[in-house]
């Protein structure tokens, strides 16, 4: 069974796929913290952020109606906030809208973190697009993230299909036996079917992996091809750094 | 709860980063031998793709909000605190890096938030519970009520942090901020606590030996590591 729901696009062909996942990571982490670092009121670095994540979603050939789509989990949050605006900072100037008029500190309050969530989630979505998972696990293994972490990435990864093929398979089982709807009442076989499908998969994942020792496994995943930065991935990295903090500079004075 | 980048100020982040990189280098130091143990590694990575996935589905609350599962109480309780603790990290990191789901520079703040506070903090009050508990009734039950209670704790314990780091941070004021998100994760921990009590009792039921806080005599004693299966 195919299922692409995590890094989807990841193996398309583009300049930015190209990249090494480490100029990647570490670019678009630089200008995350940018972003997030720069007061509300500074459009024009705003602007600057935006042009960036704009110009490498282009060269990516990542299409753009996904990455709109994508962009929607941070809306729970931003709703939020926008629905407690009215009443933040009382006493302070206020700006009419309409019928209602909202204090001016709110609405920046406001601005401020919907345009810093949407570039940062941008740069987010734009990494995972242009990365295969092995390789930005691979990345992350040669900037000295900890063992633990990548090795139990990569096994999630594994194991993550295991789950879902297992899940579709009882929830085949369970409707053809004419199971429908999702009131309390069910919430028991519910229940026995997350802790059956966490067995079943336990079990399985324990095949899995005697399966992969008996193979020679011994905690390392082995490569066929190394990854090695190259002119044009510190290329990447150094520009976009420089806007980065150029962006940032920009905003103490304007 | 998966705080999103721009919600949180330098100090707030910062701060958070700090507390959770303390915790993360002491964790990786008390599980440095855990990566060995051929029994324990599937275990981790089925347990880490498990509360990945259970994250990802979400459920229904009042008034049209949705929430999902978080996991900690249930990682902690079947791996042991640290353990527990790292594969959250592994899922937030995770889904930071691929779903977008909670923001890179927000990544110090939700792990402590959704690992030491939901998972670590809620794991000891949990063994401290049990411990009371199993002194009047059998061990299992023990496991099955205390785990009930705090995985609710663990669930509401979070959405308190996040409502003072959104606070203190200037973006949601602390007197409507709270009780909202109390009250909506007031309901969403009833959801953890029955999930989490589900696959317990079907886990202790079934293979008793996956769960490590459950340390029952003569399971442990007689079996090598790794023939279990």
């Known amino acids: 069974m195919k299922h692409d729901f995590i890094d989807r696009y990841s193996r398309l062909q ?18 995350i913290i940018a972003c997030v670092l720069t007061p509300p009121g500074s459009w024009y670095s705003f602007c600057i952020y935006a042009g960036v994540v704009l110009i490498i979603a ?7 109606s996904y990455l709109l789509t994508r962009m929607l989990v941070v809306l729970p949050f931003v709703l939020a906030v926008a629905i407690f605006v009215p009443f933040m900072h009382p006493g302070g100037p206020t700006v009419d809208l309409g019928p209602v008029s ?12 919907t345009i810093k969530a949407l570039i940062s ?53 369970r409707d053809s036996r004419n199971f429908q709807g999702r009131w309390i009442w069910q919430a028991k076989v519910i229940g026995h079917m997350v802790a059956s499908l966490f067995l079943r998969s336990q079990e399985r994942a324990e095949r899995v992996y005697q399966a992969m020792t008996a193979r020679g496994f011994d905690g390392h995943f082995p490569r066929t091809v190394e990854l090695r930065m190259r002119a044009a991935d510190y290329f990447f990295m150094a520009v976009v750094i420089a806007i980065a903090a150029g962006g940032r500079v920009v905003a103490i004075w304007a | 709860m998966h705080i999103p980048d ?37 275990l981790i990575g089925v347990t880490a793709a498990f509360v990945f996935a259970a994250q990802m589905l979400n ?15 249930l990682a902690c309780v079947l791996l042991g605190p640290w353990e527990g603790f790292l594969v959250m990290e592994v899922v937030l990191l995770v889904q930071c890096l691929l779903f977008s789901d909670g923001g890179l520079a927000a990544l110090g703040a939700n792990i402590f938030n959704m690992a030491i506070l939901s998972g670590l903090l809620s794991y000891y009050l949990f063994a401290l519970a049990k411990s009371l508990i199993a002194r009047r009734g059998g061990e299992k039950a023990a496991i099955l009520t205390s785990a009930g209670l705090f995985a609710w704790f663990s669930v509401v314990i979070a959405s308190v942090a996040c409502s003072f780091e959104l606070a203190i941070s200037g973006t949601l004021p602390l007197s409507t901020g709270l009780p909202t998100m109390v009250g909506v994760h007031s309901l969403i921990g009833i959801g953890e606590a029955f999930i989490t009590v ?21 399971l442990s004693a007689g079996l090598p590591a790794g023939e279990v299966a």
């Open chain 1, 14 to 31: 583009s300049p930015v796929h190209d990249l090494d996942p480490r100029a990647k990571t570490l670019a678009l982490f630089a200008l």
């Open chain 2, 198 to 218: 589900a696959v317990l009792a079907v886990v202790l039921q079934a293979r008793p030996d996956l769960v490590s806080a459950y340390k029952s005599p003569g």
């Open chain 2, 6 to 42: 721009g919600f949180l100020d330098g100090r707030t982040m910062g701060a958070l980063w700090g507390v959770s990189g303390a915790t993360t280098a002491y964790a990786l130091y008390r599980v440095r031998e855990t990566l060995d143990d051929a029994k324990k590694v599937p």
């Open chain 1, 58 to 64: 282009v060269a990516s050939n990542v299409p753009m």
């Open chain 2, 59 to 73: 459920f229904p609350v009042a008034g049209g909000v949705s929430g999902h599962f978080v996991g900690a109480l």
């Open chain 1, 121 to 173: 989630v941008s740069c987010l979505i734009l990494l995972s697009s242009t990365t295969h998972f092995n390789d930005l696990m691979h990345g992350l293994e040669r900037m000295r993230v900890p063992r633990f972490f990548t090795v139990v990435s990569a096994f999630m990864y594994r194991y993550l299909f295991i789950i879902v093929d297992e899940a579709e398979r009882m929830k085949r089982a």
């Open chain 1, 102 to 113: 909202v204090s001016r500190e709110g609405l920046l309050v406001l601005w401020g973190v």
